[in-house]
C-alpha cells in the first residue's frame, strides 16, 4: 500500500495485478488501475501526487496518470520488479530487480537512462537523496550502495549488516543515510565517507520492515510486524 503524498488517496495493489485507490475522506473507489498480470510488490506516488509508479513481478513498472487512470508509460524490466523510487524533481524513476540491478528511467519518453550493477542478490530498498546527488540502494546481499546520480558510479559500499538489508531512508538534509535490516538492527550512516554512525538493535522476535526519518532529522522511526519505534539519533537511544 502506499499513501498519496497529502494523504488523500491510498493505493493497494493486489495479488492478481490491478491496482486500487481509494478516498480516504469517505473511502468511495476512485480508480482500479489495470496492466499488470502478475502480484504488484511495489506503488510509490511521485512528489506531487498527479502520478503512481507500480512495480510487480511481471518484469514491469507502470507509471500512471491519476487525473485520468491511463497509463503513461510501461517499462519492460528483464526481471520481476522489487521496488521503485521517483527522483526529487519526478523526472526520473529508478526500479530494482531480482537479478540485483537497478534501471534509471525518463519518466517522459519511458527509456532506460542507466543501467546500475553492484549487487550479487536482489535489491530490496531504493531511495534518492533529497538533493538528487545520490541513489541508495539496499540488497539481500547485505550491503548498501550509494550511487552518484550525475556520473551514474557507485561513491561507496556501506558494509557491517549480517544479513539481508530492507530498507533505507535518507535524512531530510541528506547527510545521514538509515538502514534496517533482518541482522535486528537499524544503523545510522555517513554515506559520504561510508562510516557507520550508530546502531541501533532491536526485538528479536519481529522481523524488519521500513525505516523512516522524521522532518526534524533527529528521529528515526522504524517498523516491524504491528510495532512502531521512534529511535532519537542525538540522544541515541529508544524514545518508546
Known sequence: MSWSPNGQQLAAGLTDGPVHVWETGTWNPLLTLEGHKSP????????????????SI??????WDIQTGHPIATLQHPNGVNCLAWSPDAK??????????LIVWDVQSGTP????EGHSSSVLSVAWSPDSSMLASASRDHTIIIWDTQAWRPVQTLVGHADRVVSVAWSPDAMR??????????????PRT???????ERNPYSQQNH????RD???????????VVNWDVDAQIKIN
Open 40 to 55: 504488484v510488490g511495489d506503488l510509490k506516488w511521485s512528489p506531487n501526487g498527479d502520478k503512481l509508479a507500480s512495480g
Open 58 to 63: 511481471d518484469q514491469t513498472a507502470i507509471i
Open 217 to 227: 532529522g533527529k528521529t528515526i522511526v522504524s517498523t516491524w510486524g504491528y510495532v
Open 211 to 214: 525505516v523512516f526519518w522524521l
Open 194 to 200: 561510508g562510516q557507520r554512525l550508530l546502531t541501533f
Open 92 to 101: 526520473q524513476l529508478a526500479t530494482t530487480a531480482t537479478d540485483g540491478t
Open 177 to 190: 543515510l538509515a538502514s534496517s535490516s533482518d541482522d535486528l538492527t537499524v544503523a545510522v550512516w555517513n
Open 113 to 116: 537512462i542507466m543501467k546500475l
